[in-house]
Nanobody
């Protein structure tokens, strides 16, 4: 098990910014590919951004390209998601997840490829 804990969500006006953080106490992140996902009420969970185990490959959903940035700090066992230029349609519960698939350079885009999940943090963007 990899206990993931997200933080940094909140209420922000459209155009504002938030920074989400995800950590795993007692476990090292260097052996996992990581991703951020979100789920809005009545909608399926969607991939927001993902980063490979070695950090060399990154994926962004088209809806967030140019606005969100994913990064990882293996020394601090954290993965960050910087959310800029937020829109009301970004409102959702945001989850981080870890995949223990071994390919170091590969980024995994599907939620089904992730093995460990956090409890989520709410992001609400008001218009």
């Amino acid at each position: 098990q990899v206990p993931l804990v997200e933080s940094g969500g909140g209420l922000v006006q459209a155009g504002g910014s938030l920074r989400l953080s995800c950590g795993a106490s007692g476990r090292t992140f260097s052996g996992y590919a990581l991703g951020w996902f979100r789920q809005a009420p009545g909608k399926e969970r969607e991939t927001v951004a993902a980063i490979s185990r070695n950090g060399a490959s990154i994926f962004y959903a088209d809806s967030v390209k140019g606005r969100f940035t994913i990064s990882r700090d293996n020394a601090k066992n954290t993965v960050l998601l910087q959310l800029n230029s937020l829109k009301p349609e970004d409102t959702a519960i945001y989850y981080c997840a870890a995949s223990d698939r071994t390919t170091a350079w590969r980024v995994f885009r599907s939620p089904n490829e992730y093995d460990y999940w956090g409890q989520g943090t709410q992001v609400t963007v008001s218009s």
